[in-house]
Nanobody, 126 residues
Framework: QVQLVESGGGSVQPGGSLTLSCTAS????????AAWFRQAPGTERDLVAA????????LYADSVEGRFTISRGDANSTIYLQMNKLDPEDTAVYYC???????????????????WGQGTLVTVSS
């Protein structure tokens, strides 16, 4: 059973950048499609970005397209989320997750995810 742990959250000014990391143990994260989700106060948990096990395809929410980048480390069981031009609307708890389903399935059905991290808080304010 794979276990996921997020790190890298914190406070940043609007327009700033932040990089989140998700590390896996118990199994190889490279054998699963992976994704980042976020949940802001008073909102549902929604997709931020997803990536195939081979990194051949990525998928982004419209609200972060062009600003955020999801990527895999070099065989080190790590998934990254590079966040640029941050806005107060990006304030949320960010979660990483992975599953054995197709990327479109895990992006649109959270029940298809096999493992979740505990979340890391990102706060964007002046």
């Amino acid at each position: 059973q794979v276990q996921l742990v997020e790190s890298g959250g914190g406070s940043v000014q609007p327009g700033g950048s932040l990089t989140l990391s998700c590390t896996a143990s118990g199994d190889s994260i490279n054998t699963y499609a992976a994704a980042w989700f976020r949940q802001a106060p008073g909102t549902e948990r929604d997709l931020v970005a997803a990536i195939t096990y081979s990194s051949s395809r990525t998928l982004y929410a419209d609200s972060v397209e062009g600003r955020f980048t999801i990527s895999r480390g070099d065989a080190n069981s790590t998934i990254y989320l590079q966040m640029n031009k941050l806005d107060p609307e990006d304030t949320a708890v960010y979660y990483c997750a992975e599953g054995r389903s197709a990327i479109a399935t895990i992006a649109n059905r959270q029940g298809a995810l096999d493992a979740w991290g505990q979340g890391t808080l990102v706060t964007v304010s002046s």
